[in-house]
């Protein structure tokens, strides 16, 4: 009896195929696989919804109900039961259609007399285009065996979609996907605005035959690529490279556990002895696995479901040969799409590179760290892109407000050039300021500083107008490789990045890792809020080996030059005690040993927990200076985390409270007579700039594209005018600064 089912199965599912390479228009196709389908499955109807836009569902075609309901119906996401299938993505069986919670009655069709009803998702890896729905007069509900052979049809809908097979010239015809434009909300990763062609990270996999002939060759086919895959994962696994504490080995143990999956391979088996391809098979259980991702609430659900479904990817990629290198050209001016990338591969893409957006991501992420350090524009969370975009489509990139034009319509288009043109005009405004102090009108003045990572950013300082740097972030050399580097290494790094400072002062933060920042070769601690945890400076005086090991490859960098030591996280005097302590003991070693030692030594520490604006006058009389870590202070100061998109802009840096707070460090540091800096994104938005340094902040670190911005609006007003401004607002009991600077800077 299976067997005959099965061979029922393959007979539709060649009949399709043969509907697909016949002459005729999409619509020709559709009405003829309706038909198929009713008189394969005995039912009294077959309808086809696909998605006209992304809310909208339409009838494109039936057997059974009214004809002409066809492209007339149209249905919202969610709306009656097809609504539902489509927004769930899961089938939906019944006996009693009309008595199902949110059934929705539509006269025009005609289908009240079908009380039986079978509906399925027609989804292609996480690409939701439409349902299949199957109806009776009987009322009855569908055996397992026809909803499962129902899914298997329309895995191959899917694909037939995707080959564009249901497209024609008419107006009833659905639009092109990959056609028309489409704007991708998403969330800045890093500020910019920048036009190119998409170039993907990783292509879509095209299936051009989504029907198999011979099931024995097809099972062959999926087994000899299931044992590629395998003997892949164990040779990943077995690299020598790579530390037993990794947290990528933790992957590869989930990677091979699926890929030794007998239910996994089992159910590709049973998709292929009802009628597809070994690679239909593998994207069909792809495709369920995606849709459970979606609806997944447990993360560590989602982490697994997440591990599948790159498997599976790999997999595809075996049987048909479809790797990275498909031979296409990257275009001269290549934005890169993907769902994410790690250090490593946004390095080797480098400044190539236009610009970045992808589906997944975070403000502090690895990607972001990297886009920021190459100063190009980056949006996260911008979802679907990889299924809407195809290698070459035009794509304006509005990184300030986390927005992709995917073959934008050419009105905004020009609107937009011409906002990137302003914006290269004010710079080049700017590039006249290079050589200029940053001195407001009542003569104060203020230290602009860069922050940089890479030995790319330095080109950077002389361009810029940059007096130094103020941040220099040692954890990227760390990030983009898969073991330890050695000291040697850093101290050619460091002694390179030096010589392009021609002089001019590099403050070194010793590794900050920890929190959104993880080692690819340390042990994850699945700790529960990682930015509150074991990171920065707690690592580095728990595994003193690294932190020594880093500050010897400081020390013989120098070589006769000043030296600027920066130790992040210091939450305690006692912290900043112990690192002081290891610091002098490597220079008291390198001394004996015989080498050379710096001119001078500048040791200080980020200020980034409210703990350490309490601290015993002590701590600030022994640092050389102190840098507020801006980020970090005011995600602990509001207890919101910047991870977390729904209360990270709930709080401005321009209220009160922070602004007292920041006035408070500025006093203890003056009292002190310790040199104070202010490192974050806030340094490089001229208005928070220009109101830190009406507080005392002398010295702001930021990125180089902001530096122009920043000294513009300095050299235009009186410094010591807005602190009276701010002076008085505060008394007046403002709970916000916001609107009293705003307001006095429109009066300049």
């Known amino acids: 009896m299976a067997e005959r089912k099965d061979s029922d199965s393959r007979k539709l599912l ?48 039936t057997e059974g109900l009214n004809a002409e309901a066809v492209h007339q119906t149209r249905l919202r996401l969610g709306e009656g039961l097809v609504g539902r299938v489509a927004r769930t993505g899961r089938p939906i069986n019944t006996a009693d259609a009309p008595g199902e919670p949110g059934f929705r009655f539509m006269p025009e069709t005609g289908e009240e007399v079908f009380p039986s009803f079978l509906g399925v998702p027609i989804q292609r890896v996480g690409e939701r285009l439409g349902v299949l729905v199957v109806q009776s007069r009987e009322a009855r509900l569908f055996s397992e065996d026809e909803s499962y052979g129902l899914e298997v049809v329309a895995m191959v809908l899917a694909e037939m979609t995707e080959l564009g097979a249901f497209l024609g010239a008419g ?46 060759r097809e099972k062959a086919r999926l087994n000899e690529a299931v044992e590629a895959l395998r003997s892949t994962v164990d040779r990943m696994l077995a690299n020598a490279e790579m530390s037993a504490e990794g947290e990528h080995v933790a992957v590869l143990e989930t990677y091979r556990m699926f890929a030794n999956s007998r239910s996994w391979l089992r159910r590709m088996e049973e998709d292929i002895d009802l009628g597809l391809s070994a690679e239909a098979a593998v994207e069909k259980e792809q495709s369920q696995a995606r849709a459970r991702l979606e609806s997944a609430a447990d993360p560590y659900l989602r982490d697994r479901l997440h591990d599948l479904d790159d498997l599976s990817n790999r997999l595809l990629r075996l049987l048909t040969g479809q790797g990275a290198d498909t031979g296409a050209e990257m275009p001269e001016d290549p934005i890169l799409v993907a769902r994410n990338i790690g250090p490593a591969e946004l390095l080797d893409y480098g400044r190539r590179l236009k610009g970045v957006v992808l589906e997944e991501g975070s403000v502090g992420s690895h990607a972001a760290i990297v886009a920021r350090a190459l100063a190009i524009p980056l949006v996260i969370h911008a979802t679907r892109i990889t299924t809407e975009a ?54 104060t003045r203020v230290e602009l500083y860069m922050n940089a990572g890479l030995m790319a950013d330095l080109p950077s300082l002389e361009g810029s107008g940059a007096e130094g740097v103020g941040l220099f972030r040692t954890e990227l050399q760390f990030l983009i490789r898969s073991h330890v580097p050695r000291r040697g290494e850093l101290a050619g790094l460091y002694a390179r990045v030096m010589d392009n400072a021609k002089g001019k002062p590099v403050h070194f933060r010793t590794l900050d890792i920890g929190s959104d920042k993880v080692l690819p070769y340390m042990k994850p601690q699945d700790e529960p809020n990682p930015a509150m945890g074991w990171r920065a400076i707690r690592v580095g005086l728990d595994k003193r080996g690294i932190l020594r090991m880093q500050l010897q490859a400081l020390i013989r960098a120098a070589v006769g030059r000043p030296l600027h030591v920066m130790f992040p996280f210091i939450a305690d005097m006692g912290e900043y005690e112990d690192a002081y302590r290891i610091l002098m003991q490597e220079l008291s070693r390198e001394q004996k040993l015989g080498r050379e030692m710096p001119s001078d030594i500048r040791v200080g520490a980020m200020l980034e927990t409210p703990s350490l604006a309490f601290a015993p006058k002590r701590f600030f009389e022994m640092c050389d200076f102190i840098s507020i870590g801006g980020n970090d202070l005011k995600q602990f100061f509001y207890a919101a985390d910047r991870e977390n998109e729904r209360v990270r802009r709930r709080y401005d840096t321009l209220n009160t409270p922070f602004l007292n707070l920041i006035q408070q460090i500025v006093q203890r540091c003056e009292d002190a007579r310790v040199p104070l800096s202010f490192c974050g994104e806030d340094a490089g938005r001229p208005i928070e700039a220009l109101t830190l340094a009406a507080l005392g902040v002398r010295r702001l670190s930021m990125r180089p594209a902001s530096i122009g911005p920043v000294k513009h609006l300095i050299r235009r007003v009186s410094i010591s005018e807005l602190r009276q401004v701010i002076d008085q607002a505060m008394a007046e009991g403002k709970t916000s600064l916001r609107g009293p600077v705003t307001d006095w800077l429109a009066r300049q």
Not at 24 to 30: H, T
Not at 198 to 209: G, K, T
Not at 416 to 421: L, P, S, W
Request: proline share 6%; glycine share 10%; net charge negative.
């Open 14 to 61: 060649r009949r399709l195929r043969d509907t697909l390479a016949a002459p005729g228009g999409g619509q020709d196709r559709l009405d003829q696989i309706t038909h198929h389908i009713a008189d394969s499955m005995g039912t009294d109807v077959c309808s086809i919804y696909l998605f006209r836009d992304a809310d909208t569902l339409e009838l494109c075609a």
């Open 171 to 216: 107006d009833d015809t659905m639009p092109k996907s990959h056609r028309f434009p489409v704007l991708i909300r998403g969330l800045t990763g890093q500020e910019g605005a920048t036009e190119g062609h998409v170039w993907l990270h990783e292509p879509r996999v095209v299936i051009a035959n989504p029907v198999g002939d011979n099931p024995k």
């Open 390 to 443: 195809l290698n070459g489509d035009p794509v304006l990139l509005d990184g300030d407000q986390g927005l992709v034009h995917l073959r934008p319509e050419e009105s905004v288009a020009i609107a937009f050039r011409d906002k990137v043109a302003m914006q290269a005009e004010a710079q080049s405004r700017y590039a006249d300021l290079r050589g200029l102090p940053a001195v407001g009108t009542c003569g």
